[in-house]
C-alpha cells in the first residue's frame, strides 16, 4: 500500500521558517516527480514545488523563500519554507507521480497519482 506522510506542520508568525517532510512508502519514487501542494480555505489546491533527480520547479508565489530537496534513499522530500506570509496559510500536501524516465517536473494536480493527507500550516499576522 502506498503511504505518504506529512509532518512539520504548526502555527507560527510571520517571517518565521517552518520545515515540512514528506515520507513516502509501499513503492519506489526514485523515477518519480516528488511535490508540494496546497489548499487554503475556499480555494483551489495550487502546485508549490517539486522535484525530479536534480531538477525543481516553483510556483512563483514562493519562489526564492521556499526550498525543495529530497532524500531519495530514504523516499523524502522536504520543503523548507522561510519568510512566512499570512497567505501561506493551508494544508499542505506531499504528493508523487508515477515513475517515469522523462525529465520533467509537472505543475499539474492531474499527473500526480499518490497523496498524503495533508498538514495545516497556519501563519499569523
Known amino acids: 500500500q502506498v503511504q505518504l506522510v506529512e509532518s512539520g506542520g504548526g502555527l507560527v508568525q510571520a517571517g518565521d521558517s517552518l520545515s515540512l517532510s514528506c515520507a513516502a512508502s509501499g513503492r519506489t519514487f526514485s523515477r518519480s516527480a516528488m511535490g508540494w501542494f496546497r489548499q487554503a480555505p475556499g480555494k483551489e489546491r495550487e502546485f508549490i514545488a517539486a522535484m525530479k533527480w536534480s531538477d525543481a520547479r516553483y510556483a512563483d508565489s514562493v519562489k526564492g523563500r521556499f526550498t525543495i530537496s529530497r532524500e531519495n534513499a530514504k523516499n523524502t522530500v522536504n520543503l523548507q519554507m522561510n519568510s512566512l506570509k499570512p497567505e501561506d496559510t493551508a494544508v499542505y500536501y506531499c504528493?508523487?507521480?508515477?515513475?517515469?524516465?522523462?525529465?520533467?517536473?509537472?505543475?499539474?494536480?492531474?499527473?500526480?497519482?499518490?497523496w498524503g493527507q495533508g498538514t495545516q500550516v497556519t501563519v499569523s499576522s
Open positions: 504528493a508523487a507521480t508515477p515513475e517515469g524516465l522523462l525529465r520533467r517536473v509537472p505543475f499539474s494536480e492531474n499527473e500526480y497519482v499518490d
